[in-house]
């Protein structure tokens, strides 16, 4: 067995073990789901606007896949260097590639079946969100989102040596900016600086890809969708090269 298919193996192990933590990654997302659609249900974004549920849900579910994405690997990689997992590891014929591919692997399978179960739910008559002809190409954009953010979570978990390190950073950094992208509520109502500022966060790009694939009464064109996957790109080398330049094999240097 290869080291990438032996980690790969572990990882999943791990990660299914915990049901506690398993149950809450696919359970938040909902959590908000069910909160923002029975508050505004029947409602619509605009006097006969499209419904609400059109627009809340794609960045409820990104905002979520993202969020779940950036913990993962940021806990991961912060207690496998707090308790010298990635020492010892360092010491086998394992490359730092194929520790990172395996997570990797499991970031974008959680993810995904994450998206699946959330738009199952979105689509039953008590939520109605009206899926768009295209909504195979929100695939793509969710797989880099996921890249996006576990390459955020990578830069997070070689900066804390704590639990709770992580879990303040992180929230740090994705509460605000589930507010500023639009997450909860349509970009296009926020202040002009507010619209202008998001666009230096990975999340509004994001949403926008999400949103744009998802939603058939917010379907965006191809020079949007084009605009939203280059600019989570372009998020996911940055996070990817600071990650490297802090990353470290163990807390005692």
Known sequence: M?????????NFRAAVRDKTTVFFTFAFPLLFLIVFGLIFQGQTVEDDGPPYINYIAPGVLSWGVGNAAMFGVAFTLMHWRRDDILRLI?????????????????????????AALFIGVALLPGFGLQLASGWPLVIPVL??????????????????????????IANCIMVPMAFLSGSFFPADLMPGWVRDLSLALPLRYFNDGVLGTLSETHHGSAADYALSCAGLIGFAALFALVAARTFRWSNRG
């Open 90 to 114: 360092w010491r086998t014929p394992a490359s730092l590639t194929s520790v990172l591919a395996s997570r990797y692997a499991i970031a974008v399978g959680v993810g995904l079946a994450q």
């Open 143 to 168: 797989v880099l989102g996921i890249t996006t953010f576990m390459a955020l979570g990578l830069v997070v978990g070689s900066l804390a040596d704590t639990p709770e390190a992580v879990a303040a």
């Open 2 to 10: 290869s080291a990438y298919a032996a980690l790969t193996r572990a």
